[in-house]
């Protein structure tokens, strides 16, 4: 579904590269998550994948579901079926969400050759969504994600989630600054989705997340680069015994 | 100084040609001369340095003179065109003016609960009228009053009787028509009485593509406990220069909201001042603004707060594209015996091209030393983090853009509780944003 091949980013403007080579496959139904150190390039890699301006790639290969990506716009990556949790979801004045995720299912629709949706069909939809993970209903008549908490916004990007249904999920850091309860809202959500076509790529630095939702592969990234790969285990190792030895290895190459 | 150029000929003529054909009862006919003499000894203001309150306006096209004032009666506009073209509610009491001119065919004035809606020069004997017409917008306030002044003829004067508890809207709607530059000076005297309730609005709209002279004076005049939801509408043509005066009166305890939209003319200016002159008083003016091209909008908004426990609020919000400049010029003044009070400034705008210019000022100028007072400005770009957040959803980034647009302006927009009058604006900033984005960049 999603392969990565030896990507070199950085900052826009910026010598120093983030990204340093990376390469990773995700095949159809997988879970993979993505673990390193603060500033090792993990929110960096997700943001790319859906072409943040803020990046540019000097090199490398990205292609989902076989179409190299790198040359689209983050909408026409969204359109084909790529989604970005955001670790910090910006704050849309005076746009309310329902308004924003009837526009976004709209043009996802538009895309897939396929009619929009009733008001009244987009409604119910939404409702339901909204009440699956527990979100507040006064809070989706403010503007989007204007005045929520951290949670809430965490909260608000699975609903988007659900909504949209995409066909590889990235979450970016969504774990942090959760609560034991809107983590397992998160987890409960992505659990749900799970299917033989849907993937999702989670990052996270740290293992709680993935106690609640159980990858099938697990990769380690230092400086840019994934330096380890494995099962489920590995995040328990780094649990134990943390990231000291794979920044130790990176600097010894 | 005597405007003893051809410029200053022309409005002399046009004045002179009044004087001799429309007579008017003695009072008015004094003070328009008194306004005339005024213009006449200042002329119009130039943007010269020194000149604090016009300097961001440039204004020699007036001066010019190519601004014809139209003596005729009004002409025909069919009633349609109207209703599709200008804020209309057959709910509402609307006085129409065609050009400048009163037109009874199509004013529809409900009657009933006492409030009188009517022709300003039909009113020429009321004692009400003699003694607030001019005394809120001096003639020597500035060029324009004392210009309307001398021009004086039709107008909206509306009386509210106290305790009457009615919101159903009151139109005072001025257009222009095409065919000609025309100069219009239209007038609005409102005076709502004790613990009464009303909602007023004043709308300026042109139904053509030519730029005409429009410098509308407004007088506002609120007794102890009245409440007055005001509303003023600008949608003249991009040609179109528009100076407007809003003066404001208010006493102990009396409320006024206003909320104020303009869609860019070529030179506008919306030039209000509230004047809190009792205790308890207290003031809401928000406003929006769009502009493009090579448009200039100009708000110039003051309060002043005489006397203490006074609540004042300004709140504008501007959406700028192309080479178009807008200021806001946001003053409060507490004066020494206005303990208590709380003003607040806000100027927010979205610039959406390298060529736009916001000028925004609010200032707070307080004498007196038991007072909660705040503003702040700002102006940006489209943020960045919302276009990629919601392009990362599968929108454009045009449709994106859009969406944030419509959603800055909203904030005012969603302040029109009048229903038929919140749709008209809406569909007027939906009309522009397109307009607003291909001068973006």
């Given at each position: 579904m999603?392969?990565?091949?030896?990507?070199?980013?950085?900052?826009?403007?910026?010598?120093?590269?983030?990204?340093?080579?990376?390469?990773?496959?995700?095949?159809?139904?997988?879970?993979?998550?993505?673990?390193?150190?603060?500033?090792?390039?993990?929110?960096?890699f997700?943001?790319?994948?859906?072409?943040?301006?803020?990046?540019?790639?000097?090199?490398?290969?990205?292609?989902?579901?076989?179409?190299?990506?790198?040359?689209?716009?983050?909408?026409?990556?969204?359109?084909?079926?790529?989604?970005?949790?955001f670790?910090?979801?910006?704050?849309?004045?005076?746009?309310?969400?329902?308004?924003?995720?009837?526009?976004?299912?709209?043009?996802?629709?538009?895309?897939?050759?396929?009619?929009?949706?009733?008001?009244?069909?987009?409604?119910?939809?939404?409702?339901?969504?909204?009440?699956?993970?527990?979100i507040d209903?006064?809070?989706?008549?403010?503007?989007?994600?204007?005045?929520?908490?951290?949670?809430?916004?965490?909260?608000?990007e699975?609903?988007?989630?659900?909504?949209?249904?995409?066909?590889?999920?990235?979450?970016?850091?969504?774990?942090?600054?959760?609560?034991?309860?809107?983590?397992?809202?998160?987890?409960?959500?992505?659990?749900?989705?799970?299917?033989?076509?849907?993937?999702?790529?989670?990052?996270?630095?740290?293992?709680?997340?993935?106690n609640?939702?159980?990858?099938?592969?697990?990769?380690?990234?230092?400086?840019?680069?994934?330096?380890?790969?494995?099962g489920?285990?590995?995040?328990?190792?780094?649990?134990?015994?943390?990231?000291?030895?794979?920044?130790?290895?990176?600097?010894a190459? | 100084?005597?405007?003893?150029?051809?410029?200053?000929e022309?409005?002399?003529?046009?004045?002179?040609?009044?004087?001799?054909?429309?007579?008017?009862?003695?009072?008015?006919?004094e003070?328009?001369?008194?306004?005339?003499?005024?213009?006449d000894s200042i002329?119009?203001?130039?943007?010269?340095?020194?000149?604090?309150?016009?300097?961001?306006?440039?204004?020699?096209?007036?001066?010019?003179?190519?601004?014809?004032?139209?003596?005729?009666?009004?002409?025909?506009?069919?009633p349609?065109?109207?209703?599709?073209?200008?804020?209309?509610?057959?709910d509402?009491?609307?006085?129409?003016?065609?050009?400048?001119?009163?037109?009874?065919?199509?004013?529809?004035?409900?009657?009933?609960?006492?409030?009188?809606?009517?022709?300003?020069?039909?009113?020429?004997?009321?004692?009400?009228?003699?003694?607030?017409?001019?005394?809120?917008?001096?003639?020597?306030?500035?060029?324009?009053s004392?210009?309307?002044?001398?021009?004086?003829?039709?107008?909206?004067?509306?009386?509210?009787?106290?305790?009457?508890?009615?919101?159903?809207?009151?139109?005072?709607?001025?257009?222009?028509?095409?065919?000609?530059?025309?100069?219009?000076?239209?007038?609005?005297?409102?005076?709502?009485?004790?613990?009464?309730?009303?909602?007023?609005?004043?709308?300026?709209?042109?139904?053509?593509?030519?730029?005409?002279?429009?410098?509308?004076?407004?007088?506002?005049?609120?007794?102890?406990?009245?409440?007055?939801?005001?509303?003023?509408?600008?949608?003249?043509?991009?040609?179109?220069?528009?100076?407007?005066?809003?003066?404001?009166?208010?006493?102990?305890?009396?409320?006024?909201?206003?909320?104020?939209?303009?869609?860019?003319?070529?030179i506008?200016?919306?030039?209000?001042?509230?004047?809190?002159?009792?205790?308890?008083?207290?003031?809401?003016?928000?406003?929006?603004?769009?502009?493009?091209?090579?448009?200039?909008?100009?708000?110039?908004?003051?309060?002043?707060?005489?006397?203490?426990?006074?609540?004042?609020?300004?709140?504008?919000?501007?959406?700028?594209?192309?080479?178009?400049?807008?200021?806001?010029?946001?003053?409060?003044?507490?004066?020494?015996?206005?303990?208590k009070?709380?003003?607040?400034?806000?100027?927010?705008?979205?610039?959406?091209?390298?060529?736009?210019?916001?000028?925004?000022?609010?200032?707070?100028?307080?004498?007196?030393?038991?007072?909660?007072?705040?503003?702040?400005?700002?102006?940006?770009?489209?943020?960045?983090?919302?276009?990629?957040?919601?392009?990362?959803?599968?929108?454009?980034?045009?449709?994106?853009q859009?969406?944030l647009?419509?959603?800055?302006?909203s904030?005012?927009?969603?302040?029109?509780?009048?229903?038929?009058?919140?749709d008209?604006?809406?569909?007027?900033?939906e009309?522009?944003?397109?307009?607003?984005?291909?001068?973006?960049d």
């Amino acid at each position: 579904m999603l392969q990565v091949t030896d990507l070199h980013a950085s900052v826009v403007d910026s010598d120093e590269e983030i990204l340093k080579g990376l390469s990773l496959r995700i095949g159809p139904g997988e879970v993979h998550a993505i673990m390193g150190p603060n500033g090792s390039g993990k929110s960096t890699f997700a943001n790319v994948l859906l072409g943040r301006p803020d990046y540019v790639v000097n090199s490398g290969r990205v292609t989902f579901e076989d179409e190299d990506i790198l040359e689209l716009f983050p909408d026409q990556r969204a359109l084909r079926g790529m989604f970005l949790a955001f670790q910090y979801p910006a704050e849309i004045p005076g746009v309310r969400p329902w308004q924003f995720l009837k526009a976004a299912l709209d043009a996802r629709r538009e895309y897939a050759g396929e009619k929009s949706l009733s008001v009244r069909d987009f409604s119910k939809l939404f409702d339901d969504k909204v009440k699956a993970v527990g979100i507040d209903p006064d809070l989706v008549k403010r503007s989007l994600n204007e005045g929520f908490s951290g949670g809430e916004k965490k909260r608000n990007e699975m609903l988007q989630l659900e909504m949209l249904e995409p066909r590889l999920a990235i979450l970016d850091e969504t774990d942090s600054g959760l609560d034991v309860d809107a983590l397992r809202i998160v987890a409960e959500g992505v659990n749900s989705l799970r299917s033989p076509d849907r993937s999702f790529l989670i990052v996270t630095h740290y293992q709680r997340l993935l106690n609640y939702i159980k990858p099938d592969v697990v990769h380690i990234l230092v400086d840019g680069r994934i330096v380890e790969t494995g099962g489920p285990e590995l995040a328990m190792t780094v649990e134990n015994s943390g990231y000291e030895q794979y920044i130790k290895a990176a600097v010894a190459d | 100084m005597t405007l003893a150029t051809a410029r200053g000929e022309k409005y002399a003529a046009d004045f002179e040609a009044l004087t001799e054909s429309c007579p008017v009862t003695d009072w008015m006919l004094e003070l328009r001369q008194s306004g005339w003499d005024h213009f006449d000894s200042i002329g119009f203001p130039t943007a010269r340095r020194g000149n604090e309150l016009w300097k961001y306006t440039n204004l020699t096209a007036l001066d010019q003179g190519k601004f014809v004032f139209q003596l005729d009666g009004p002409g025909d506009v069919e009633p349609d065109l109207l209703r599709q073209r200008a804020p209309w509610s057959d709910d509402w009491s609307t006085l129409v003016f065609i050009d400048g001119r009163y037109s009874a065919s199509l004013s529809q004035v409900s009657s009933g609960d006492g409030v009188k809606v009517q022709n300003l020069s039909d009113a020429a004997h009321s004692e009400l009228l003699r003694t607030h017409l001019g005394t809120h917008a001096a003639v020597d306030e500035n060029a324009f009053s004392a210009l309307n002044t001398a021009f004086l003829m039709d107008g909206g004067f509306v009386q509210i009787p106290e305790g009457r508890d009615d919101t159903s809207p009151i139109h005072l709607l001025f257009v222009t028509t095409p065919g000609g530059s025309r100069a219009i000076y239209p007038r609005t005297l409102v005076v709502s009485g004790i613990n009464s309730r009303s909602t007023v609005i004043e709308s300026y709209i042109s139904l053509g593509g030519e730029g005409g002279f429009t410098a509308p004076v407004a007088e506002y005049v609120l007794n102890s406990g009245a409440g007055i939801d005001h509303y003023r509408v600008l949608v003249e043509n991009e040609e179109s220069f528009h100076i407007g005066t809003t003066r404001v009166y208010q006493l102990d305890d009396s409320t006024f909201t206003s909320t104020s939209f303009a869609l860019g003319p070529k030179i506008g200016r919306n030039d209000v001042h509230v004047l809190l002159d009792a205790p308890g008083a207290e003031c809401t003016l928000n406003g929006l603004y769009l502009t493009t091209g090579d448009q200039h909008m100009d708000n110039h908004i003051s309060t002043t707060h005489a006397k203490p426990h006074g609540t004042s609020h300004q709140f504008y919000k501007g959406v700028l594209s192309g080479n178009s400049r807008a200021v806001f010029s946001g003053r409060v003044l507490v004066e020494k015996d206005a303990q208590k009070t709380q003003a607040f400034q806000k100027d927010l705008n979205l610039v959406l091209s390298h060529g736009a210019e916001i000028d925004t000022k609010p200032s707070l100028e307080i004498y007196a030393d038991d007072v909660q007072c705040a503003h702040g400005a700002t102006a940006g770009h489209t943020d960045p983090e919302a276009l990629f957040y919601m392009q990362a959803r599968g929108i454009d980034e045009v449709t994106a853009q859009a969406m944030l647009m419509r959603g800055f302006a909203s904030e005012i927009v969603d302040m029109i509780s009048v229903d038929g009058l919140q749709d008209y604006v809406h569909g007027v900033v939906e009309e522009a944003i397109p307009r607003l984005q291909a001068a973006a960049d």
